[in-house]
């Protein structure tokens, strides 16, 4: 019988925390049953086992980073949307670098959960994008080009690339404005 309060849901958000004081590749199922104050055997009853919390862990991850951005693009349109968006996803992976980690393994993970999340995440930018252009190849170009920017700036930023000799922000503001330029450019609406 699984332990009063304790659901998959709960299982998975404190496997969420552990993970970020940890690392998420120091994360094991006794690890976090000793978290919980539980047999490992325990959380069987909840999970199939390590890559089936990294799937929820990485659904998880994906659904938080899609509502900070579905957040930052209300009501507002164009650059406006795409700036608050690029701020949003920076400050998601700056606040929960582990989680961020977790979305880098979707990929492989052959996961059609984590499949239909990440299409979830992929419509918000797909949506601002189509506010330039109706062309659907643009739009997935431009879109992996967005991603390879945030993607490549927040790996850099986190592993200690930057110095101080100019705005780490700064730059960013900079570099997405450039993208804007660019969608700007290709405007066919």
């Known amino acids: ?5 304790l659901t998959t849901e709960t299982v998975t958000a404190a496997a969420a925390l552990l993970a970020e004081e940890i690392g ?6 006794h690890k976090l049953a000793n978290r919980l104050n539980i047999k490992p055997a325990s959380l069987y009853t909840h999970i199939s086992g390590i890559e089936q919390l990294y799937v929820l862990l990485s659904d998880l991850a994906l659904k938080q980073l ?16 795409i700036r608050a968006m690029s701020a949003a996803y920076r400050n ?5 670098p582990e989680m961020y980690r977790m979305i880098m393994k979707v990929p492989h993970s052959h996961s059609e959960q984590l499949v ?4 979830n995440v992929k419509a918000i930018l797909f ?8 062309d659907q190849t643009k739009i997935i170009c431009f879109s992996r080009y967005y991603h390879s920017i945030l993607h490549g700036f927040i790996s850099l930023e986190q592993a200690g690339f930057f110095d101080d000799a100019i705005s780490v ?3 960013l503001s900079k570099i997405v404005d450039n993208f804007i330029e660019q969608l700007e450019s290709i405007s066919s609406i």
């Open 169 to 171: 922000d700064e730059s």
């Open 24 to 29: 998420c590749e120091n994360l094991t199922l």
């Open 127 to 134: 949506e601002v994008l189509s506010q330039y252009t109706a």
């Open 116 to 119: 239909i999340a990440g299409k």
């Open 66 to 81: 899609g509502t900070a951005m579905m957040d930052a693009v209300k009501e507002k349109k164009r650059g406006e949307a």
């Open 1 to 5: 019988m699984p332990r009063q309060g």
């Open 92 to 96: 998601y992976a700056k606040q929960n």
